[in-house]
């Protein structure tokens, strides 16, 4: 008890250098912390960019390949899926419920995808959140359009807003535009921290309507060209998807469903568990997280090392204070459990000011930081597992203090009660 | 306990040596007794291994062979931690000078003393209490002072809160090492008639260094270092 109370002293009568090293500590646990919520955010929002559906059908290809372009629009499909086959699926017993989607197109750099309506209905984010429209609503028409988040907030765009899809995939478009075919935006799609935020969502109907002509690859000419007014009297019924969201009655079913898809004979496709693929591609990219934090693990143990720096710096000067304890009646290992105290008092008080920081600018900036990235994070002053890392933290400090505490251990011993200067 | 039951302090065929190297710094006392209540001044030139000598009887250093032997406790039977704990109920020991801790106040300084032993087992207010009564006593009064912290005071008052330290515990045996060779002539004769009130209303046995032959002069009993020690080799080289 004595010790404890001399170490407060003693702190309080170092207070600068006892602040600014707390104030260090305080900085790499926001920093750690802080990490590690981006992380586990990251991770669950990136593990839940799609839930509620349970398989996703795509031309036969690798898991990720099928999951990179039909949820994250990276890359492209090997091929289409006839409509035959979607058919085929729609019938199945197991099948509550399909989504056809249709990449191919974009716009200013942003993707093109036809969907149905139904899109809105089923595609699910983060545990389950629908989407939901900041302004307008669903497209109705043949040539509405409705946009994500980040498109409408990078390209100005505001219901009612003309925008023209051009063909093929890159950021420029070669010329090759469907201007013929411009659309008008009927809804805003909230900011989902998903994809969907840099997407603009057309009828699958419309789709095939800007493309009306374009069967041998490149653009209509002469008679080939039809005008917006003439296409809507044809048959715009989709030929083709590029991938499937399929909804199953009961989850039982997945592995015989994905058997079957996996077995169809007309054409070669496969489907994935969208949870699994996920995990595989985690595999991955986790390794950058876990990099970020080995960097904040090494800025804690420099916050450390300043600590026992300066502890070991100022071990010289109370040389005279630990001869005074001696005479009293301390034992070299009080003056060690001094040293030590004092130790975990800082880095204690650093653990708390950068708990509590991080608490507030979570409880601050939760709401900007949701609306800029869509990440959403979890307003919590500490969770077990971050509970577990300060932990870890105050053992490392104890650890870390321990050489200068057995420094003076040593000190004490040899110098007993000779006082120096 | 029976053997010494006159003395306060007994050293018989005492040798210490500061490591296994013959060259090395080595002193070695064949005998000192002191009695109970005595005043004693221990007088001798700086090297002359007076820092050793109050290191062994203080009990942090320990004799190599003989026996040191203080109210009818043989030290060098102790373990270490046994000779901390013994020293927190028995010794009082003030230093020449920069005798507390600066972080503490005045009365916390003084009360430090009763904080390392079981045997003084008083609530914080008892000890605040003792601590007040020997500042006062010892000439030092007023919340104010009581609360300052120690490194705001003067050397002469710095000194009298050593004293008051030394005294708390009523420790049978204070060791005192020069505490008035910072004082001027007429501080240190007004600190050791303190000193001397507080020793004998007590009845506690002083043991003081002193190279100043005045001072030593007004002690029962003036005994030279040089007669008593025998001191081989250079406490330069690892003290």
Redesign the interface.
């Known amino acids: 008890m004595i010790i404890l109370r001399l170490a407060l002293h003693s702190l309080r009568n170092r207070r600068i250098t006892a602040l600014l090293t707390i104030f260090s500590i305080t900085l790499s646990v926001i920093m750690l912390l802080g990490v590690e919520k981006i992380r586990t955010g990251t991770k669950a929002s990136f593990l839940n960019t799609i839930a509620g559906t349970d398989l996703i059908v795509g031309a036969r290809a690798g898991d990720v390949q099928l999951l990179l372009y039909s949820v994250f629009r990276i890359g492209a499909a090997t091929a289409n899926i006839t409509w035959k086959t979607v058919e085929d699926i729609k019938v199945r017993p197991e099948v509550k419920w399909v989504v056809p989607i249709a990449l191919g197109d974009s716009h200013h750099g942003f993707r093109v995808m036809g969907t149905s309506s139904d899109y809105f209905d089923h595609y699910r984010f983060r545990r389950n959140q629908s989407l939901e429209f900041s302004s307008g609503k669903r497209f109705d028409d043949l040539f509405e359009a409705v946009v994500g988040h980040k498109v409408a907030q990078q390209l100005g765009y505001k219901v009612g807003s003309e925008i023209v899809v051009a063909h093929g995939s890159g950021r420029v478009s070669f010329g090759a535009n469907h201007d013929d075919k411009p659309f008008n935006v009927s809804g805003i799609l909230k900011p989902t921290g998903t994809p969907v935020d840099q997407t603009v969502h057309l009828k699958m109907e419309a789709i095939a309507a800007i493309h009306v002509g374009w069967e041998n690859g490149s653009a209509p000419r002469g008679d080939d060209i039809k005008s917006a007014k003439l296409v809507r009297q044809l048959d715009l019924n989709p030929q083709s998807a590029t991938a499937l969201y399929v909804g199953l009655k009961s989850r039982m079913m997945t592995f015989s469903f994905q058997r079957w898809v996996n077995t169809y004979q007309p054409e070669a496709i496969s489907a994935i568990l969208p949870g699994v693929a996920f995990g595989q591609l985690w595999n991955i990219l986790g390794n950058v997280e876990v990099a970020l934090l080995a960097i904040s693990a090494m800025v804690v143990f420099t916050a450390f090392l300043g600590m026992v720096i300066s502890v070991l710096g100022s071990l010289n000067e109370r040389r005279r204070e630990m001869a005074i304890l001696r005479s009293v009646g301390a034992g070299p290992t009080q003056v060690f459990g001094l040293l030590l105290s004092e130790a975990a008092i800082l880095v204690l008080a650093g653990i708390c000011n950068g708990v509590l920081a991080n608490f507030g600018i979570l409880y601050f900036g939760r709401a900007v930081i949701e609306n800029f990235t869509g990440l959403s994070l979890n307003l919590e002053l500490i969770t077990i597992s971050e509970a577990k890392l300060m932990a870890g933290i105050f053992v490392g400090g104890m650890v870390a203090a321990i050489v200068p505490a057995i420094r003076a251990y040593k000190l004490s011993l040899s110098d007993g009660l000779t006082i120096r200067t | 306990m029976a053997s010494n039951n006159g003395s306060a302090l007994s050293i018989e065929d005492m040798c210490f040596r500061f490591s296994k190297e013959s060259q090395a710094f080595a002193i070695k006392i064949d005998s000192l007794q002191i009695e109970k209540g005595a005043r004693v001044a221990l007088v001798g030139p700086s090297g002359s291994g007076k ?1 050793t000598l ?2 062994l009887i ?1 009990g ?2 320990t004799p190599h062979s003989g026996t040191i032997n203080i109210l009818g406790n043989r030290l060098e039977q102790m373990s ?2 046994q000779r ?2 013994f ?3 028995t010794l009082g ?1 003030i ?2 000078q ?7 106040s005045v009365l ?1 300084n003084v009360v ?2 009763l ?3 079981n045997k003084h087992n008083f609530s914080t207010a008892e000890k605040n209490e003792k601590a007040k009564r020997l500042l006062m006593a010892l000439g030092l009064h007023g919340e104010s002072l009581l609360q300052q912290q120690a490194s705001q005071l003067a050397v002469g008052q710095q000194q009298r809160v050593a004293a008051a ?1 030394a005294f708390v515990g009523n420790p049978p045996l204070i060791i005192a090492d020069e505490p008035t060779s910072a004082l001027d002539a007429d501080r240190q004769s007004e600190f050791l008639d303190l000193l001397f009130a507080q020793q004998e209303q007590n009845g506690t046995t002083l043991l003081m260094v002193t190279h100043d032959r005045r001072v030593a002069g007004r002690f029962d009993r003036a005994l030279s270092l040089l007669d008593i020690c025998d001191i081989s080799g250079s406490p330069g080289i690892s ?1």
């Open positions: 820092s109050l290191g203080c942090v250093l270490s931690r901390d704990k020293r927190a109920e020991v230093f020449q920069f005798n507390l801790l600066p972080y503490l916390d430090l003393a904080e390392f032993s330290r003290s």
